[in-house]
């Protein structure tokens, strides 16, 4: 157990090394001379991208009927945003439940739009990062083949989570093996309550169309990023190259992707620009998106934590 903790050093370790095989020197000469044109278009990204992730999240809402002003579930979203980024594998997101559960005084049916939000995001990811390696598999077996398992291993999931009997036959094996007694009967009406709020097929269906396009505009503002670094590379190419980079980023290692997402970016784009220059670009689209989402973030923990005095 004590080893897990210290796993999201290994990105910091990663990106170490990678800013000392570079220079630092190189890429602050990176830096300063991106294109603030792309940089100022990045911007004009985050408040579409935001609205979009809210919407869809409350659209799997309403199918529940649990009712929120939009306005709610925006620094809801915001928040998580802060804690997704800073924590391993994004896991921070699942901070949404709790807000739910605020109002809907229900564990299971609070958990049931965030974790199929958060099923199809890492889904769709992963069906990205799989159209991607297809690509590459003539030069990049590797990756073609991570790629591979990780889809499979997704799409099993999500199948799975969407089965309650499958569902309630893998469960109960932790349920009956590991769940200490007392945890039990709480356990057993959440998992009741998590299937009878699941939205119905057809919305699902609706929300994976969604994710897709979400996560495509994502990409879109890492292009930008990329762009601003003088990264020469076409849109449709890096549609295609750049979820590889987020899949492999999701591994609980690193923060926010950092030092993963750049190994691989380096392995991908080697021939489109200058290694300081991919570095920056993905370092950039990362910090700017931190800060960006922590500032707003602690803002509104700061008034929520007000108000309760």
């Not at 910091?12 to 603030?36: M, P």
């Not at 691989?264 to 570095?279: C, F, P, Y």
Request: proline residues 3%; positive net charge; aromatic residues 16%.
């Amino acid at each position: 157990m004590k080893l897990l903790k210290f796993m999201p050093v290994i990105g910091i370790i990663l990106l170490g090394y990678i800013l000392a095989k570079i220079g630092v020197g190189n890429l602050v000469s990176a830096f300063q001379t991106a294109s603030y044109f792309y940089v100022f278009l990045m911007l004009l990204t985050f408040l579409p991208l935001l609205l979009l992730q809210t919407y869809k999240w409350g659209y799997l809402l309403k199918k529940q009927k649990i009712n929120f002003k939009f306005s709610h579930l925006l620094k809801f979203q915001i928040i998580s945003l802060f804690y997704e980024l800073v924590t391993p594998a994004r896991i921070g997101s699942f901070v949404k439940i709790a807000y739910l559960q605020e109002k809907t005084k229900n564990l299971g049916k609070s958990a049931s739009s965030v974790v199929i939000d958060r099923a199809l995001d890492f889904l769709v990811v992963a069906f990205l990062a799989f159209l991607g390696s297809l690509s590459l598999a003539s030069r990049e077996f590797n990756i073609f083949y991570a790629c591979i398992i990780t889809f499979i291993l997704f799409l099993a999931g999500f199948t799975v989570l969407l089965n309650r009997k499958l569902m309630k036959f893998f469960a109960g094996i932790f349920y009956n093996s590991l769940l200490p007694a007392k945890f039990k009967r709480n356990a057993k009406k959440s998992f009741g309550d998590f299937y009878r709020n699941m939205p119905p097929m057809q919305s699902i269906v609706f929300m994976f169309a969604l994710t897709a396009i979400f996560w495509i505009l994502v990409y879109t503002q890492a292009y930008l990023s990329a762009l601003a670094f003088n990264v020469q590379i076409s849109y449709m190419k890096f549609l295609i190259i750049f979820p590889i980079s987020v899949i492999i980023s999701l591994l609980p290692i690193t923060i926010s992707g950092l030092g993963t997402r750049e190994i691989v970016l380096l392995k991908l784009l080697g021939n489109s620009a200058e290694k300081q220059n991919i570095v920056a670009f993905s370092m950039f689209w990362a910090l700017l998106s931190l800060g960006v989402y922590t500032t707003a973030g602690l803002i509104l923990i700061f008034k929520k934590g007000k108000k309760k005095k």
